[in-house]
């Protein structure tokens, strides 16, 4: 199959006006909103709105509700106790919601049941004691209500509340295997499990104890679900309450060194014991179908169950396909739906029919919705129903159109419904039509290219996002944004950590480009980093930055920067010691990898053992491997550019040591450069406070070196 990209480079540019630059400080104060979650019969949706004050240091949090009938959009609920609510119960206004406090007091939670039109009359049904959440929940036919949630387990199975739990003379932890800790927390015993609660009758009465459906289940590995930093995404419950899937590592392999999950199913008034692999690995038609899955839910007929797997057992970011298994333990007959399709979706949501299948999907750096039908066989290529945006949510309303929630690199969330057909029937939310922090933001804010380069016959696509006031016939310097992953891209979309916008107002032209690992362009550009770091990646940034200075007459790149994080905290660093570096003025590595070797202090081995080629014990430090050809550390002789460090304590990812190693040596080499570090933050700065100071001083390093501010000096 050919890749169809469209160039459009050469967009016309007019003149952008725009209100005022969007700061710091106000991007972390504008609101941050969820996605909006229709009643099953899609008279409205219910969404949170939060938003952190830097004068009172508190953040706020609001329900609204949005009447899909008439548009309005009301305040449902004002204060942080409702933390989940789930539409179930004996008509379609009722809910059960979860509140973050237990009446108790003892670090377990609550669940009240409430009609949504009149919430003032919720009533208090259970109180469970142990912070458990990630409700789901529906009415059996016998008129109960069977839920599932997720709680830490002890190995024995009981739930675990740290609230309750005897703290040990010592905090003494020792391991035996690998994998001592994952992203911002320490492995313990204790691991996360699906467990399924009756309430009963009308009164809704808390029947006897939950049931664990996950502990126990051991071999190599102990199932863990939902698994280690996720969440409900990762189990489902039969539209009549009556079975249970959840997906787990595979327990036959040892968790450090392979991505494969596989998805079990179990009735839910069975246990542990009785859970058995819907894909167990080689066990159905696909038996190349080896790797992660993800996303198993249940049809609305309750007869079948989608999910999505992919093919390589180590390799965390290979293509998703979609799968259909029949809901029947006897024989799940799992079938492949548009095999070939060069895509990788990553959720999904059901046709009310049960015929079809929504997914969303990373598509040339947005996130589009593509129908499939249960029939697509291999070579059904999916049609996209949306275009810009990044999805934050969607959800089939009862006429089969589809509420979305998404959002932008110019509104922080849109809300719309589209048909099946790909119209969209009602734009019900704009965030930077309401919002005052985002006045003046839309579509004109952006543009993009496609660049020719030497590793790949396709051309390869950047964002451009402009500053306030942008006048083309004026010059800007240059922020070039390098992504993370590497299997990621820059997305149209949204953040409060990476706001284009944000860095633009500084006053740059911020040029974003998705070179080769970057995911939405089809598979074999995502792929093909194997074993590349340093080279392909690095060469299509060359191509890119080089587009630039030829061709945008606005962008002065002798005044440039260029920043990233994670794996474009590495490409920062391999800059630092070539021929790009020497094209900046300034360069900012957050959280990055410094030295290959220290690849395995990490956790994910799986990551590195795919990347560079296989184990470090077998491809070693010799020339020809990556774990040698690639380390940064080879060219320190050659840094020279100025240079600021963040990295954070809470990084399991990328340990501490590796930002203080490329300080040390910084300065070691006389080298222009400031150390950022926040103790409590992990592989992302996400407290307001903090955040605001890690834009402030990134800016004021950054706009000192590129001239963008008078400053006198960086600090
Ligand atoms: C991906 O690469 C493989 C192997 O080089 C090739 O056969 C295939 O056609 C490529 N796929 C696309 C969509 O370009
Ligand atoms: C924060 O949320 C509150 C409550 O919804 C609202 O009154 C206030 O205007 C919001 N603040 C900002 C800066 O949007
Ligand atoms: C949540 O629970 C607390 C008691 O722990 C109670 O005071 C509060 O009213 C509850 N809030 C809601 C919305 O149910
Ligand atoms: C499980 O283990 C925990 C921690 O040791 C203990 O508190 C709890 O009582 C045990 N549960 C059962 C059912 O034995
Ligand atoms: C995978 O993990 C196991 C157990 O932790 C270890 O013995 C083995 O060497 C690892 N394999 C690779 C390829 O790293
Ligand atoms: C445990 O895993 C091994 C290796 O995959 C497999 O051969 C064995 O059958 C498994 N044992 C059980 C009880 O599942
Ligand atoms: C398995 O699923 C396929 C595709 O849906 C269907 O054609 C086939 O009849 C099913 N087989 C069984 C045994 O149910
Ligand atoms: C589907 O994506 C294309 C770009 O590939 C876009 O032009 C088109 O508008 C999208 N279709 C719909 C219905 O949004
Ligand atoms: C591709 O371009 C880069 C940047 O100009 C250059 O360093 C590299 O050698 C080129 N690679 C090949 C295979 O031509
Ligand atoms: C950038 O463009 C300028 C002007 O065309 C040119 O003189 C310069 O050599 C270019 N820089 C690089 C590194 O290619
Ligand atoms: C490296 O480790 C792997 C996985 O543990 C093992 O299978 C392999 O034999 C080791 N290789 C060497 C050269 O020691
Ligand atoms: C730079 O200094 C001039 C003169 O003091 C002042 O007018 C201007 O606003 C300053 N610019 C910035 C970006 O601080």
Same mark, same amino acid.
């Given at each position: 199959?050919?890749?169809?990209?469209?160039?459009?480079?050469?967009?016309?540019?007019?003149?952008?006006?725009?209100?005022?630059?969007?700061?710091?400080?106000?991007?972390?104060?504008? $609101?941050?909103?969820?996605?909006?979650?229709?009643?099953?019969?899609?008279?409205?949706?219910?969404?949170?709105?939060?938003?952190?004050?830097?004068?009172?240091?508190?953040?706020?949090?609001?329900?609204?509700?949005?009447?899909?009938?008439?548009?309005?959009?009301?305040?449902?609920?004002?204060?942080?106790?409702?933390?989940?609510?789930?539409?179930?119960? /004996?008509?379609?206004?009722?809910?059960?919601?979860?509140?973050?406090?237990?009446?108790?007091?003892?670090?377990?939670?609550?669940?009240?049941?409430?009609?949504?039109?009149?919430?003032?009359?919720?009533?208090?049904?259970?109180?469970?004691?142990?912070?458990?959440?990630?409700?789901?929940?529906?009415?059996?036919?016998?008129?109960?209500?069977?839920?599932?949630?997720?709680?830490?387990?002890?190995?024995?199975?009981?739930?675990?509340?740290?609230?309750?739990?005897?703290?040990?003379?010592?905090?003494?932890?020792?391991?035996?295997?690998?994998?001592?800790?994952?992203?911002?927390?320490?492995?313990?015993?204790?691991?996360?499990?699906?467990?399924?609660?009756?309430?009963?009758?009308?009164?809704?009465?808390?029947?006897?104890?939950?049931?664990?459906?996950?502990?126990?289940?051991?071999?190599?590995?102990?199932?863990?679900?939902?698994?280690?930093?996720?969440?409900?995404?990762?189990?489902?419950?039969?539209?009549?309450?009556?079975?249970?899937?959840?997906?787990?590592?595979?327990?036959?392999?040892?968790?450090?060194?392979?991505?494969?999950?596989?998805?079990?199913?179990?009735?839910?008034?069975?246990?542990?014991?009785?859970?058995?692999?819907?894909?167990?690995?080689?066990?159905?038609?696909?038996?190349?179908?080896?790797?992660?899955?993800?996303?198993?839910?249940?049809?609305?007929?309750?007869?079948?169950?989608?999910?999505?797997?992919?093919?390589?057992?180590?390799?965390?970011?290979?293509?998703?396909?979609?799968?259909?298994?029949?809901?029947?333990?006897?024989?799940?007959?799992?079938?492949?739906?548009?095999?070939?399709? @060069?895509?990788?979706?990553?959720?999904?949501?059901?046709?009310?029919?049960?015929?079809?299948?929504?997914?969303?999907?990373?598509?040339?750096?947005?996130?589009?919705?593509?129908?499939?039908?249960?029939?697509?066989?291999?070579?059904?290529?999916?049609?996209?129903?949306?275009?810009?945006?990044?999805?934050?949510?969607?959800?089939?309303?009862?006429?089969?159109?589809?509420?979305?929630?998404?959002?932008?690199?110019?509104?922080?969330?849109?809300?719309?419904?589209?048909?099946?057909?790909?119209?969209?029937?009602?734009?019900?939310?704009?965030?930077?039509?309401? @919002?005052?922090?985002?006045?003046?933001?839309?579509?004109?804010?952006?543009?993009?290219?496609?660049?020719?380069?030497?590793?790949?016959?396709?051309?390869?696509?950047?964002?451009?996002?402009?500053?306030?006031?942008?006048?083309?016939?004026?010059?800007?310097?240059?922020?070039?944004?390098?992504?993370?992953? /590497?299997?990621?891209?820059?997305?149209?979309?949204?953040?409060?950590?990476?706001?284009?916008?944000?860095?633009?107002?500084?006053?740059?032209?911020?040029?974003?480009?998705?070179?080769?690992?970057?995911?939405?362009?089809?598979?074999?550009?995502?792929?093909?980093?194997?074993?590349?770091?340093?080279?392909?990646?690095?060469?299509?940034?060359?191509?890119?930055?080089?587009?630039? $200075?030829?061709?945008?007459?606005?962008?002065?790149?002798?005044?440039?920067?260029?920043?990233?994080?994670?794996?474009?905290?590495?490409?920062?660093?391999?800059?630092?010691?070539?021929?790009?570096?020497?094209?900046?003025?300034?360069?900012?590595?957050?959280?990055?990898?410094?030295?290959?070797?220290?690849?395995?202090?990490?956790?994910?081995?799986?990551?590195?053992?795919?990347?560079?080629?296989?184990?470090?014990?077998?491809?070693?430090?010799?020339?020809?491997?990556?774990?040698?050809?690639?380390?940064?550390?080879?060219?320190?002789?050659?840094?020279?550019?100025?240079?600021?460090?963040?990295?954070?304590?809470?990084?399991?990812?990328?340990?501490?040591?590796?930002?203080?190693?490329?300080?040390?040596?910084?300065?070691?080499?006389?080298?222009?450069?400031?150390?950022?570090?926040? /103790?409590?933050?992990?592989?992302?700065?996400?407290?307001?406070? $903090?955040?605001?100071?890690?834009?402030?001083?990134?800016?004021?390093?950054?706009?000192?070196?590129?001239?963008?501010?008078?400053?006198?000096?960086?600090?």
């Amino acid at each position: 199959m050919k890749l169809n990209l469209r160039t459009l480079a050469g967009v016309a540019l007019a003149t952008i006006s725009q209100v005022s630059a969007l700061r710091p400080e106000v991007m972390l104060s504008a $609101n941050r909103y969820g996605a909006a979650v229709p009643n099953p019969s899609g008279e409205f949706a219910l969404f949170t709105v939060q938003n952190y004050s830097f004068e009172t240091q508190e953040t706020t949090a609001v329900w609204k509700r949005l009447d899909l009938r008439t548009g309005d959009i009301s305040v449902w609920y004002e204060g942080s106790d409702i933390s989940e609510v789930v539409f179930v119960g /004996p008509n379609p206004t009722s809910i059960i919601y979860v509140n973050g406090t237990n009446e108790e007091d003892n670090g377990g939670i609550s669940l009240y049941s409430a009609d949504a039109l009149s919430l003032e009359k919720a009533k208090l049904i259970a109180s469970l004691p142990a912070p458990f959440s990630g409700l789901k929940a529906r009415k059996t036919p016998a008129g109960d209500i069977h839920f599932l949630m997720y709680a830490k387990a002890y190995p024995n199975g009981t739930a675990y509340n740290e609230a309750l739990a005897s703290t040990p003379a010592s905090t003494a932890r020792i391991y035996d295997s690998i994998y001592v800790r994952h992203w911002d927390t320490w492995l313990t015993p204790q691991r996360n499990a699906v467990f399924g609660g009756v309430l009963r009758g009308p009164e809704m009465v808390l029947s006897g104890d939950m049931t664990n459906y996950v502990t126990g289940i051991c071999n190599i590995t102990c199932a863990e679900s939902p698994y280690d930093q996720s969440d409900s995404s990762d189990y489902d419950i039969s539209p009549d309450g009556s079975a249970v899937v959840f997906l787990t590592k595979d327990i036959s392999l040892p968790l450090a060194n392979y991505t494969s999950t596989q998805i079990y199913y179990v009735p839910f008034d069975g246990s542990a014991a009785d859970a058995i692999p819907i894909n167990p690995r080689g066990g159905t038609k696909y038996t190349e179908a080896q790797g992660a899955s993800s996303s198993p839910r249940f049809s609305p007929s309750g007869k079948k169950i989608a999910y999505f797997q992919q093919n390589g057992i180590f390799y965390e970011s290979d293509r998703n396909m979609l799968y259909v298994a029949d809901a029947n333990p006897e024989d799940f007959n799992v079938t492949r739906l548009a095999g070939d399709w @060069d895509r990788s979706p990553g959720s999904l949501d059901w046709a009310t029919d049960s015929e079809m299948i929504f997914v969303a999907a990373p598509d040339f750096a947005r996130e589009r919705i593509f129908p499939i039908p249960l029939t697509a066989g291999s070579a059904y290529e999916p049609q996209n129903i949306t275009n810009e945006g990044v999805l934050a949510g969607f959800y089939v309303l009862p006429d089969n159109s589809i509420l979305v929630s998404d959002s932008k690199i110019w509104s922080s969330r849109d809300i719309y419904t589209v048909t099946q057909q790909g119209e969209v029937t009602q734009t019900y939310f704009q965030a930077n039509l309401v @919002d005052p922090e985002l006045a003046g933001l839309g579509p004109e804010i952006v543009s993009e290219f496609y660049y020719e380069t030497n590793t790949s016959e396709i051309k390869q696509h950047a964002w451009i996002v402009y500053p306030e006031n942008f006048d083309e016939s004026k010059s800007y310097p240059l922020a070039f944004l390098t992504h993370g992953g /590497p299997q990621g891209a820059w997305f149209n979309s949204w953040s409060t950590r990476w706001n284009y916008k944000v860095w633009a107002d500084q006053g740059y032209v911020v040029i974003a480009p998705n070179p080769t690992a970057s995911i939405s362009f089809g598979q074999n550009l995502t792929d093909a980093v194997r074993g590349n770091w340093g080279s392909l990646p690095y060469w299509d940034l060359v191509h890119a930055w080089r587009y630039v $200075n030829e061709t945008l007459d606005y962008v002065d790149t002798s005044r440039g920067i260029e920043a990233g994080a994670s794996f474009g905290g590495y490409m920062t660093n391999w800059m630092q010691g070539h021929e790009m570096g020497r094209w900046f003025k300034a360069l900012v590595t957050h959280d990055g990898s410094t030295s290959t070797l220290n690849q395995y202090a990490s956790e994910e081995l799986w990551f590195m053992n795919h990347d560079f080629n296989g184990p470090f014990n077998e491809t070693g430090l010799r020339p020809g491997s990556p774990y040698y050809d690639w380390n940064p550390l080879r060219f320190v002789e050659s840094w020279a550019t100025p240079h600021f460090v963040i990295h954070n304590d809470l990084d399991f990812r990328l340990p501490v040591s590796e930002g203080i190693l490329l300080f040390n040596l910084l300065q070691t080499q006389g080298v222009p450069s400031r150390f950022l570090n926040f /103790p409590d933050e992990n592989h992302w700065v996400l407290q307001p406070e $903090n955040s605001l100071v890690w834009h402030n001083e990134i800016f004021k390093w950054i706009n000192y070196y590129s001239g963008v501010s008078n400053a006198t000096s960086p600090y």
